[in-house]
């Protein structure tokens, strides 16, 4: 998954207003001498953008009584998905000068990572994990196994505060790089939720997945 000035995603929507940042696609592999990369049933590409997420609050700028339990804030340390085997630590992603969203390093086995931009697992809001489907070399990235996830399946995320938040899968979609829901994949919401996003629909005439998975979790009751 690499990173330029040049992408061609729509912008999200931050608490106050909408900011137009982009974040290109994805490459098979980021040396273009490196083995033949996944199949593209494996494939997924990168999220589009990414300024800072505000979980929403209640009406009175609290969370009201009706809704769904969070965690405090802690920031996460590693990621666990007992379904897929997946274990990964987290990096810490922001943004960089040009106002691309950063993504993790490329090297094999590179851990995912976690938007510091968007609340921390468990927060009220939708937390963002980003991660390779594909490592250099066309090994599998850490993110390799998020098409195998089913409805029901599990996501835990260990926190510094010794805490863990547990979610559970909701669902998993598909997205061209010129039709992304920025709203759905990042707006705010009313209970703790996850977004775990990497490539899809790799094209082997150009060598670049032309869209996104994301993986839809929410913490667990």
Same mark, same amino acid.
Request: net charge negative; glycine share 12%; with cysteine.
């Given at each position: 998954?690499?990173?330029?000035?040049?992408?061609?995603? =729509?912008?999200?929507?931050?608490? @106050?207003?909408?900011?137009?940042?982009?974040?290109?696609?994805?490459?098979?592999?980021?040396?273009?001498?490196?083995?033949?990369?996944?199949?593209?049933?494996?494939? @997924?590409?990168?999220?589009?953008?990414?300024?800072?997420?505000?979980?929403?609050?209640?009406?009175? %700028?609290?969370?009201? !009584?009706?809704?769904?339990?969070?965690?405090?804030?802690?920031?996460?340390?590693?990621?666990?998905?007992?379904? #897929?085997? #997946?274990?990964?630590?987290?990096? +810490?992603?922001?943004?960089? /000068?040009?106002?691309?969203?950063?993504?993790?390093?490329?090297?094999? %086995?590179?851990?995912?990572?976690?938007?510091?931009?968007?609340?921390?697992?468990?927060?009220?809001?939708? =937390?963002?994990?980003?991660?390779?489907?594909? !490592? #250099?070399? %066309?090994?599998?990235?850490?993110?390799?196994?998020? +098409?195998?996830? /089913?409805?029901?399946? +599990?996501?835990?995320?260990?926190?510094?505060? %010794?805490?863990?938040?547990?979610?559970?899968?909701?669902?998993?979609?598909?997205?061209? /790089?010129?039709?992304?829901?920025?709203?759905?994949?990042?707006?705010?919401? !009313?209970?703790?939720?996850?977004?775990?996003?990497?490539?899809?629909?790799?094209?082997?005439?150009?060598?670049?997945?032309?869209?996104?998975?994301?993986?839809? @979790?929410?913490?667990?009751?």
């Amino acid at each position: 998954m690499t990173v330029s000035s040049h992408g061609r995603r =729509a912008g999200l929507l931050s608490c @106050a207003a909408a900011a137009l940042l982009l974040l290109p696609g994805c490459t098979a592999t980021s040396d273009p001498e490196a083995g033949a990369p996944p199949s593209p049933t494996t494939s @997924a590409s990168s999220p589009s953008v990414a300024p800072s997420v505000t979980p929403a609050p209640g009406p009175s %700028g609290t969370p009201t !009584a009706d809704q769904d339990p969070v965690l405090a804030p802690s920031a996460p340390v590693s990621l666990s998905i007992p379904s #897929t085997g #997946t274990a990964s630590e987290l990096l +810490r992603l922001g943004l960089r /000068k040009d106002g691309s969203l950063e993504v993790p390093p490329e090297p094999p %086995g590179s851990p995912a990572g976690w938007y510091t931009g968007s609340p921390t697992p468990g927060e009220r809001g939708p =937390a963002v994990l980003l991660g390779h489907v594909n !490592a #250099t070399g %066309g090994g599998e990235g850490v993110f390799a196994g998020l +098409r195998s996830l /089913k409805p029901g399946d +599990r996501i835990d995320i260990a926190r510094e505060d %010794g805490t863990t938040a547990a979610f559970t899968v909701d669902r998993a979609e598909q997205y061209g /790089k010129d039709d992304f829901p920025t709203l759905a994949v990042y707006g705010n919401t !009313a209970d703790a939720q996850l977004r775990l996003i990497t490539c899809d629909g790799y094209d082997p005439a150009t060598g670049t997945f032309d869209d996104n998975y994301v993986v839809y @979790a929410t913490l667990s009751r």
